[in-house]
């Protein structure tokens, strides 16, 4: 995506630049936008982040760009898509989900379970959908986002 700030006049000249709105160049259908953008643009004024969407402040007499936020930054396991809130959480998610095992018998201390993934996965019982996340989850450092009418 390509996009050109357009600054408020005068205020480039005063020492204090303010964004009046920003001009799209080019757009995607999609987008993976890292929370730090976000974040900088929402302070500079020209996006938005309301109920599952960002929204771009365009120019006067222009439609805003619209993205969905598909998923947020975070942990996500590889074969189902599915949220997960830690590490332990996702080593347990991949073990009783797609391989199976009883979660009763599974050991509750972290460390001891990530001694029997770490085992499971060196003796080729699971192989990742993913071949870039072996262990079976992922950890996205991005927003992904799908221009809204694409």
Known sequence: M???KIYIEGSVAAGAPRVDYIKVLRSNPRWHVS??????SM????????????VLKTGKGESDLVYMIERPPGL???ECDHALD???RARRHVLTEHLGADPRILPRDNSELQKVFGELLKSGHFESSDKENPAGYRRDNFYACVKQGS
Request: hydrophobic fraction near 35%; charge should be negative.
């Open 86 to 88: 830690d590490q332990h």
């Open 35 to 40: 929370p730090t953008l976000v974040e900088r």
């Open 76 to 78: 996500f396991c590889c």
């Open 2 to 4: 390509y996009l050109k």
């Open 43 to 54: 302070a500079e004024g020209w996006l938005s982040v309301d109920e599952g969407k960002m």
